[in-house]
């Protein structure tokens, strides 16, 4: 059986050298963050989908800006990838985003194993596991100097 491709958008929030992220944790694989974001509704842009799943799993209002990364996910069984059905792939899109308002409200969708959101300090980047790890350098880079040379393809990871 052959899965559709699961279109991903998520929205890299950066305050001074932190970068907000969702932390999650599952029984079998424990802690690990990711950026907020989500599935690609049909009829849904990637900047609208961006948006509310932003929204959705933090409470914060974003306005999106540039493409920063597009990643793919091909679930391998094992890690935290185990977490997908086989055959899973996943083809994820990283917008740097920024706040649209100052207020926080409460995250109303947040996902399965979702349990808080948290402004993480680039030092602490490479002690967390950060999903997808190919992440972790692009986003270090990025919260040093906020600089982007385009959108980059960070291959399967």
């Not at 559709?4 to 929030?13: D, E, T």
């Not at 974001?37 to 009829?43: A, D, S, T, Y």
């Not at 932003?54 to 679930?75: F, H, K, M, P, R």
């Amino acid at each position: 059986m052959t899965l559709p491709v699961r279109f991903s958008a998520n929205g890299v929030l950066v305050d001074e050298n932190r970068v907000l992220l969702n932390h999650l944790r599952h029984e079998r694989t424990g802690d690990f963050y990711n950026v907020p974001g989500g599935g690609v509704r049909l009829g849904e842009s990637l900047h609208e989908a961006t948006v509310r799943e932003v929204s959705e799993e933090t409470g914060y209002a974003v306005t999106v800006d540039e493409l920063l990364w597009i990643n793919e996910d091909v679930a391998a069984g094992e890690g935290v990838g185990s977490l997908f059905p086989p055959g899973f792939h996943g083809l994820n899109f990283f917008f740097r985003c920024s706040l649209a308002g100052p207020a926080l409200a409460q995250a109303h969708e947040a996902d399965e194993f979702q349990i808080g959101v948290e402004w993480v300090d680039a030092r602490s980047l490479s002690t967390i596991q950060l999903l997808p790890p190919v992440l972790v350098p692009y986003l270090e880079a990025f919260l040093a100097d906020r600089t982007v040379l385009g959108p980059t393809y960070l291959g399967v990871g």
